[in-house]
């Protein structure tokens, strides 16, 4: 009784019932296969030059190039890459905008604007409107993720052809209406 209150119930009970000649060879196979190594003094050439043979034979990790592209980390790099890039273009114009208030004030630019051929025109529109709607309608569709909705597989790529069409959508009004 005190040894089970102890915890000692299974460890007693297995040094009581195994025989002594099969605890004796742990001890016997420990001492006996003892392993000496052979050290060697190499100079730091040496040493980095045995350490890039090492490299070369190990295996490498496996790269994103190797699995089939799938919508969920396309949208996220998508979703990265467009945010980045708003972000630059509002700090770049910002910073201009500092830097010479006379040649990038809201009546220059629309001055510059206008006087572009129309195609330039709907170039840059859908240059713009493309990322700006994508990161927009992502950010919904992150806001509905974070409120616990459409977390499965089936959800996520639910939303995200649905992001993808809206982008589309929204990308043509934006571009083409005033």
Known sequence: MTSRALGLGSALRTAAFTPRTLRNQVVLRN???RRFVQTESLT???NLQLLNKQRLKRPSSPHFTIYQ???TWLGSI???VTGAGLSV????FSIAYLIAPGTFDSAHVVEFVAGLPDGVK???KAILAAPFSYH???GLRHLAWDAGKFLSVKGAYATGYAVLGLTGVSTVVLTFFK
């Open 78 to 80: 998508a979703n990265r």
């Open 89 to 92: 273009l509002l700090y770049g």
């Open 69 to 71: 592209p799938q919508l």
């Open 136 to 138: 927009a309608w992502n």
């Open 44 to 46: 730091p050439a040496e």
């Open 31 to 33: 001492s006996i296969t």
């Open 122 to 124: 709907y170039a840059g």
